[in-house]
């Protein structure tokens, strides 16, 4: 895993453009603290830096094919790239590296852009060809590496992070303020767009080209439908090169089959020439990842594992019992609130827009203490999204099944009435959940799926947002951009798959640039066998109810490692990684976020309500609402502000005077 940046002209590389490479990539340093390398030509310049993994001794970058008319900067691993190899080899392709960067160089040469369809992997990279003067930006299926992009004055400006973008100097950190209602509903920005004006990410799946001054982007992957099915439907076949699984008979046939494309992508996931280690929260997902691994690593598997101080919020416990379980050698790190403030400013400066999940935080502890062992980590993100693992599946699915008969069985007026005037008197703890539900909620998808689930529902927002952003306030435009892909007709099947295929390419996007940043930030890479492509395409044939069965989760993977993991590991609900955000809201770090919110700089912004934000931290600390998320949004969004806009650079935040802990700690 390493970092990279570029620019490239339609016209004439200047000297200045030249001279800001260096720049570009220092700034990204963290992610390639091993190595780096610059090349330029007339019109195109890369920057690389290198975390190195494969190929220590020739795995050097910028690097081109035979005769200098083709450079690659690649951020990533090819895991089949040795298969591939033999194929280019066969070919008369030469070789004068083992590794897998220079792989992609020889199929690019051999395919075009339709290299990307040969690869097996999670990658990022620029091709720039020479003789035709044209660049190629690819990103990986999934959407596992980020890559970003600009096109400003005739230059194509890229790289693996914002901030190398904006240290070009050729576009300014301008906000993108018709998004930020997006951004604190769903906690990610669906489309190709950033919170930066001009700057976009290249979506996954998706090449884009630049030549002659023009730049374009095409789709080359997506879950798969049958031949059959798209030709039922009218649609364009985006074709994947992996071979058909074939669809099981019962449902016993379709575990066995997944954990035997499990295993075999953590086996992918071991290539390394370094040490590696596993994420273990002791939750489902990576307490099967690690004992599938544990076996195949020819020494003890080395685990690495974070919790908070107050008891409530540790999955300690369950971690260690895995541990002990596959004979793995457990490492922790237990972290408090001065920690977790003392770590939040770096760490949006790392992300480059506002943290969308507070659990990014201990996120980066667990990558430092990693970094002390190994350099790659392999976690098991993407499993939720894959095989319906969130709690809000179960709850959406039985709203919209009751909503449409609570809405076709009683008259509109009855439902208002109910809503207004029944719910309101019911005891709070009922209250709370019948407002959320279907007798509170409209029967349509933006409202039961997205609204409902949002950081800060519109409702909200129209108080808690100034009045140009209030006013302005669209459900269609706000979730618009993920009903799309709800609506989108590749999703198929019912509304569990459509819901599935819509988080897929939208909140675990967001997901998996959190995991890149916050590994990065301490410069080791990690890996998601739930995301091998080819695991991800068979999960997708399968029938909703082999994923979620009544309010069993991810029924799938607990039958594949029935008998692998404790019982008490494979039947404990999804805990989330919960952080004690709002106690600390409560306690004396409440003073300190409202320093931030209610100050000079913020209220002269004209992004926020301030009256609204004073109420509603006063009413979450009085314990009359939940104001978590709400305050989490807002207090990351106007320190991004403070960072990128205002260019204040990284800003530590005061600490409160210390006082005795309220909770029993955790002893790690």
């Known amino acids: 895993m390493c970092g990279i940046a570029g620019i490239v002209t339609a016209d004439r590389l200047r000297a200045e453009e030249r001279a800001h490479l260096a720049g570009m990539g220092d700034v990204i340093a963290h992610r390639g603290p091993d190595d780096s390398g610059t090349w330029a030509d007339e019109r195109a310049g890369f920057v690389f830096r290198r975390l190195s993994i494969i ?94 992009w600009t096109f400003a004055n005739d230059r194509l400006v890229f790289g693996s992070e914002i901030k190398a973008i904006l240290k070009s100097g050729l576009v300014p950190p ?3 303020a018709a998004r930020i209602p997006e951004l604190l509903a769903t906690r990610y920005l669906s489309g190709p767009e950033t919170l930066f004006t001009g700057i976009f990410k290249l979506l996954p799946g998706h090449v884009l080209t630049f030549q002659d001054g ?29 071979p058909p699984t074939g669809r099981p ?33 002791g939750g489902l997902d990576s307490s099967a990842v ?108 039985w709203n919209w099944r009751l909503g449409g008969l609570y809405e076709a069985s009683l008259p509109q007026r009855g439902r208002q009435w109910i809503g207004g005037h029944v719910v309101p008197r019911l005891p709070a703890s009922i209250g709370r959940y019948a407002r959320r539900s279907f007798l509170c909620v409209p029967h349509r998808p933006d409202a039961t799926f997205f609204d409902n689930f949002a950081a800060i529902r519109l409702a909200d927002q129209q108080q808690l947002l100034a009045p140009d952003l209030a006013g302005a306030l669209d459900a269609s435009s706000v979730y618009g951009p993920s009903l799309a892909y709800f609506t989108e007709p590749r999703a198929a099947g019912g509304v569990l798959q459509r819901l599935l295929y819509a988080d897929t390419k939208t909140y675990l996007v967001e997901l998996l640039m959190k995991q890149d940043q916050m590994s990065m ?31 069993t989760t991810k029924r799938l993977l607990r039958e594949a490692v029935k008998g692998l993991l404790p019982d008490r590991i494979l039947e404990r609900p999804k805990m989330g990684f919960p952080v004690p955000f709002g106690n600390w809201m409560r306690g004396p770090w409440q003073n300190v976020v409202r320093d931030v919110l209610l100050d000079r700089r913020t209220r002269e912004r004209g992004v926020t309500n301030p009256q609204a934000v004073d ?34 650079g990284v800003q530590s935040l005061e600490a409160p005077p210390r006082t005795a802990p309220a909770t029993e700690p955790m002893v790690a």
């Open 55 to 148: 190929d220590l001794k020739t795995g050097h970058q910028p690097l081109s094919n035979e005769d200098g008319t083709v450079w690659i900067v690649f951020n990533g691993e090819i895991y089949n790239h040795a298969r591939v190899r033999c194929v280019l080899e066969a070919s008369g392709h030469v070789y004068r590296t083992r590794s897998d960067t220079e792989t992609i160089v020889h199929a690019y040469e051999e395919w075009g852009d339709a290299c990307v369809e040969h690869l097996r992997g999670m990658f990022a990279f620029a091709i720039w060809d020479a003789r035709r003067r044209r660049l190629l930006l690819a990103r990986d299926r999934l959407g596992i590496k980020p890559l970003y």
């Open 174 to 176: 301008d906000v993108n």
């Open 214 to 242: 023009e730049v374009r982007t095409r789709q080359y992957w997506d879950l798969p439908l049958s031949a059959a099915e798209a030709a039922e439907r009218g649609l364009d076949l985006v074709r994947s090169p992996s």
């Open 249 to 281: 008979r019962t449902f016993r046939a379709a575990a066995r089959r997944f954990r035997d494309l499990l295993e075999e992508s953590i086996r992918l996931r071991l290539m390394s020439d370094v040490p590696l280690g596993m994420f273990l929260s």
């Open 290 to 397: 690690a004992a599938l691994m544990a076996p195949m690593v020819d020494h003890q598997l080395q685990t690495f594992s974070v919790a908070f101080q107050d008891r409530a919020y540790s999955e300690l416990t369950y971690a260690r019992e895995v541990v002990k379980a596959i004979g793995a050698q457990g490492h922790e790190i237990v972290i408090d609130e001065a920690d977790f403030f003392g770590a939040l400013p770096r760490l949006i400066w790392h992300e480059d827009e506002p943290i969308a999940h507070s659990s990014s935080i201990p996120l980066y502890f667990v990558s430092r203490l990693a970094s002390e062992h190994v350099k790659v980590v392999l976690t098991g993100e993407g499993s939720d999204e894959l095989l319906a693992g969130y709690g809000k599946y179960v709850r959406a699915l």
């Open 521 to 551: 930030a301490t410069s080791i890479e990690s890996r998601v066998p739930f995301l091998d492509h080819v695991l991800v395409e068979y999960v997708a044939s399968l029938p909703s109810r082999w994923k979620l069965a009544g309010l």
């Open 615 to 648: 109420q509603l931290l006063r009413a979450h600390a009085k314990g009359e609402t939940d104001g978590s998320d709400r305050i989490w949004s807002l207090l990351n969004l106007e320190l991004w502000f403070r960072t990128f806009i205002d260019r204040q």
